[in-house]
């Protein structure tokens, strides 16, 4: 009669358990992506200042064009010239750069905790 013999793969409950290599990769990925995504929250959020502020901002700047441009660019169906929501009338850019990269801004913060939570390891959480 041989021995009984567990792998690292599963335990008596039928769950995977991970390794410390595996726990560390999965952490580490999870911290990325809330990273990434707060990154591009951010900018979207600071690309919708910026539109706001249009007169009192120097439009050539290359940080303004880089901010702005970046934004236009990931705010996907929510985007400034023909977005979700469309104003128009008196500062009707401002308030489509408000109301549809905000809530670009929102999402991508939201899906990056769910995908950060959803790869991290439970005792990382």
Request: charged share 20%; aromatic share 6%; net charge positive.
């Amino acid at each position: 009669m041989s021995p009984k013999v567990t792998t690292d793969e599963t335990s008596g409950s039928g769950k995977s358990r991970l390794n410390s290599t595996q726990v560390a990769v999965r952490a580490r990925a999870a911290r990325i992506i809330r990273i990434v995504f707060a990154a591009l929250a951010t900018i979207l959020a600071l690309g919708a200042v910026l539109v706001v502020l249009r007169n009192n901002v120097n439009e050539q700047n290359s940080v303004v064009e880089f901010i702005t441009n970046v934004a236009d660019a990931v705010s996907g169906p929510f985007s400034l010239k023909d977005g979700v929501f469309d104003f128009s009338g008196k500062h009707a850019e401002a308030k489509n750069a408000l109301l549809n990269w905000g809530i670009a801004a929102i999402l991508y913060l939201v899906v990056g905790r769910l995908l950060a939570n959803a790869i991290a390891p439970k005792s990382s959480r």
